[in-house]
């Protein structure tokens, strides 16, 4: 069984004093809501993919930039990626982008949740300005979600993380599947599931942003969920999966990093969530800014040291 830690876990990550960095209002055409952004940089700036509710409950995703990832946000007036009648797998929405820089391709891969009658399924898209889009179509098939891929291959395959729903017992835990084309994926592979009981992680749990390549293993941020009398409540935890062999679990935190405590967080279209799909890294003061949904409404941002991060990950157990 997991074991405590003997780091906190709850100092960790510190909100952004400038939270909730983007609101409904901040945009510059009418919106429901945004939320749950990929992250990444383009030169000096911080690009965030935001999953944008229209008024209508469809949701698209467009770009908003800052230089500083923090404030000053410029927001473009139209989506980059918007359901498309040729591809029916998004007739509901495109929900939840990820963001990977594949320097092998010269461009980031836009992991997604294309929603229609059929379920969540993922679909794969690539740019390179986050000005046009190039659409690769589903990759798995509903009932599918929460997918990042890995930025380099191992062993000649892409890695993809996903959460599938099992047929039996309907669970959904983080898989894996393996491609040599980005086009042909492998059969699932179990990679770390939803713990048993009451623990904070035990409805479910998923993927956030791709996974960060350090020398102890690929850190990994993901989201688990706790069924209440009140709701589904949403928080953050870590993992390290080992660099060649993904499946492989070295270390998982027993305790949440981060959970819904601020008003924007506990209040909203969904209350009590906290949804990781960003994360950067800023090699030269080694800090993590981790990009999140908040309440399904807004999106706020948390910061931590990745030094401090892999210490606490050093007084976990596998499991």
């Keep these: 069984m997991p074991k405590s830690s003997g780091v906190g876990s ?64 410029v927001v473009d007036a139209t989506p980059l990626l918007a359901p498309d009648p040729e591809w029916p797998e998004e007739a509901w929405g495109v929900e ?45 098939a509903p009932e599918d979600k ?9 062993d000649g395959h892409w890695v993809m993380f996903h959460r599938p729903v099992t047929v039996v017992g309907h669970r959904a835990d983080v898989w894996l599947s393996r491609s040599a084309d980005l086009q042909t994926w ?44 009140s709701g589904a409540l949403y928080r953050v935890g870590l993992a390290l999966l080992d660099l060649d062999e993904p499946t492989t679990v070295l270390r998982r935190s027993s305790e949440w990093v981060l959970g819904p405590a601020e008003p924007y967080e506990l209040t909203g279209d969904v209350p009590g969530v906290v949804f990781p799909c960003g994360l950067v890294h800023d090699p030269a003061t080694d800090e993590l800014r981790l990009y999140y949904g908040a309440a399904d409404t807004c999106i706020g941002m948390a910061t931590a040291s990745l030094p401090e991060v892999l210490a606490y990950l050093r007084t976990c157990t596998e499991d």
């Design 146 to 154: 929460n997918a990042v891929l890995l930025p380099h291959r191992i």
């Design 186 to 229: 492998s059969a699932p592979e179990p990679v770390m599931g939803a713990r048993p009981g009451g623990w904070w992680d035990a409805a479910r749990i998923g993927m956030g942003p791709p996974p960060l390549e350090t020398p102890e293993g690929w850190l990994v941020v993901y989201h688990g969920v706790r069924q209440t009398v």
């Design 96 to 140: 939840d982008p990820r963001l990977t820089r594949v320097d092998e391709l010269d461009a980031w891969v836009i992991a997604y949740t294309s929603f229609s009658d059929g379920g969540p399924g993922v679909s794969l898209a690539t740019t390179q300005d986050f000005q046009t889009v190039q659409r690769l179509g589903r990759a798995r």
């Design 10 to 73: 709850s100092g960790l990550f510190t909100r952004s004093p400038a939270n909730p960095l983007l609101t409904p209002t901040r945009w510059p055409y009418p919106i429901n809501a945004v939320m749950n952004a990929g992250a990444t940089t383009v030169g000096a700036e911080t690009v965030l993919l935001c999953r944008v509710e229209d008024r209508r409950g469809i949701s698209h995703l467009t770009v908003a930039r800052s230089r500083d990832g923090v404030s000053n946000w």
